[in-house]
């Protein structure tokens, strides 16, 4: 017994024989009586009684019937579920991102973008660069957004970078800490200065170490992944420093902290990545959209 043999049954109680009933369903008489005839003898029992003016149901047609407007029933449903869910997944944009969206106004962004384009829906995945830009390579992720100093040292070449927009470099201390007494700081008047770095993003936080020892090569520098709250516990009690960009300085840190700018310090963009050689669709008209939003 199959499924198209139950539709086919249902179709001629439906549509009041067999001439009707393969008009409706595209398919010859003789087809559909032969698939009924296969039917009947796997049930060992006749399901309709037939003369030359009428087709009617017989009485273990009868008994069958209400199971098989049940079966066929819920297989038009589960077809419609899965015709809605490939809709709304051909709607549905992933972007990956390093936590630093709200900071940079990119979640308004996409709100904004969202209420243009009302049928798409952008599932926001915070994560590392390294994973963004994995994620694009298999195709798993739309887009993807990160920091990152331009130019690069080594083009990817699976890869698309695509600038937003530019931020600085900053130093962040406490209001107590001499150091912060100025509104700029060289890199070079750090020395003495104990360093703490978010290490939640390997591939972000290297920008600031490297930079760090390359001034500094026997400076004592914290990796940690703890929260923004601790960092800033640790900065004011132990007076330590921390390099930062300043968008993500000044919503992060408390105003007992300080920042000051790093004299010749390096800039990071906020980009949007996509896959080069398949770029997705969904990701390119929300990148497109992002590119005109922040060039405002």
């Not at 700029?184 to 490297?210: G, P, S, V």
Request: glycine share 4%.
């Amino acid at each position: 017994m199959t499924l198209q043999q139950l539709t086919y049954f249902v179709a001629i109680q439906q549509y009041g024989g067999f001439i009707a009933a393969a008009e409706e369903l595209y398919i010859s008489q003789s087809s559909l009586s032969k698939s009924i005839m296969t039917l009947e003898k796997e049930l060992q029992v006749k399901l309709f009684l037939r003369n030359s003016r009428t087709t009617r149901l017989s009485g273990s047609g009868e008994q069958l019937l209400p199971y098989a407007l049940e079966i066929t029933k819920n297989y038009n449903r589960i077809l419609d579920i899965c015709e809605n869910v490939s809709s709304q997944k051909e709607h549905q944009i992933t972007l990956g991102g390093i936590p630093v969206l709200h900071t940079y106004k990119v979640m308004d962004a996409i709100l904004r973008f969202e209420r243009k384009h009302s049928t798409y829906q952008t599932d926001v995945i915070e994560t590392t660069t390294r994973e963004v830009f994995k994620g694009l390579s298999d195709y798993t992720l739309d887009l993807g957004i990160v920091l990152l100093k331009l130019p690069l040292e080594k083009e990817p070449e699976d890869l698309m970078i695509i600038p937003l927009l530019e931020d600085d470099e900053v130093v962040v201390g406490s209001a107590d800490n001499p150091i912060m007494r100025s509104d700029k700081i060289r890199l070079e008047d750090l020395r003495d200065q104990i360093f703490i770095q978010n290490n939640k993003d390997a591939d972000f936080a290297k920008y600031f170490t490297n930079e760090i020892k390359t001034v500094h090569p026997q400076a004592v520098v914290h990796l940690t992944g703890i929260s923004s709250e601790a960092m800033n516990r640790y900065i004011i009690a132990k007076q330590w420093v921390s390099l930062s960009m300043k968008k993500i300085a000044d919503n992060l840190f408390e105003t007992e902290i300080e920042t000051a700018s790093v004299e010749n310090g390096m800039k990071l963009s906020l980009c949007v990545v996509l896959n080069k050689k398949k770029p997705s669709k969904k990701g390119m008209m929300l990148s497109k959209f992002l590119r005109v939003y922040f060039s405002k």
